[in-house]
């Protein structure tokens, strides 16, 4: 795997919709494997966490976040994206660790892509089958440009803040250790309760859902 390396490091302070409001040592980078414009935050005493995992100590918080112009920008509710982003803003702030904000929208099939899907799901289909409908595979993520960037920072050991196995299952290929994998919130709503389920069944997400009526 290339070495990526720090081409920017900003300092943006950050608001959300509900008032909360936090700022980020926002890093861009060079030499990431597939050449897009992924993002790392620093949230919170994140050097801190660095030097007391480097130690020895309890690892960064890390959320790697893939790109959801519908539900992190127009707040739609047919996924819970938007309402994890705000969680782990806040989480990681408090604790110290890392936002990967990857750009890699609707699972990596793009964002017309991801709408085609949003149809075919109207007819029935659900987000994995509509995917496959469109020939694509069911999750084109791929989280070597995550890896490259935190090892950027020579963070080799998190803490996952992620309902995704597999996201830890790739890091840790990647030579990035997931020490433990922490659950995000369940944000259910009228609108996203099947799209939950279908993940929770289907790729073993960690998502606690009320019985269907």
């Not at 992190?72 to 509710?77: I, L, P, T």
């Not at 935190?150 to 996952?160: E, K, M, S, Y």
């Amino acid at each position: 795997m290339i070495k990526a390396t720090v081409r920017r490091q900003v300092t943006v302070p950050l608001r959300f919709s509900d008032g909360y409001g936090t700022t980020a040592q926002v890093m861009t980078f060079d030499s990431l494997a597939d050449g897009r414009e992924h993002l790392l935050l620093g949230l919170g005493d994140w050097r801190r966490a660095l030097t007391k995992s480097a130690a020895g100590g309890r690892a960064p918080l890390v959320r790697p976040h893939s790109e959801c112009l519908t539900g992190d920008v127009f707040g739609s509710q047919r996924c819970d994206c938007g309402p994890q982003l705000r969680e782990a803003a806040e989480r990681i702030t408090e604790q110290g660790g890392f936002l990967l904000y990857l750009r890699q929208e609707g699972r990596g099939i793009g964002l017309y892509a991801k709408l085609d899907a949003y149809a075919l799901q109207d007819d029935g289909l659900d987000t994995y089958e509509a995917n496959l409908a469109l020939g694509h595979g069911e999750d084109e993520r791929d989280y070597t440009a995550a890896a490259q960037m935190l090892l950027a920072l020579g963070v080799d050991r998190i803490r996952l803040l992620s309902n995704n196995p597999d996201k830890a299952r790739q890091l840790d290929k990647l030579g990035v250790e997931v020490t433990q994998r922490v659950p995000t919130g369940v944000h259910v709503s009228a609108a996203n309760v099947r799209y939950l389920r279908t993940k929770a069944s289907h790729t073993s997400h960690t998502i606690e859902l009320p019985l269907a009526e």
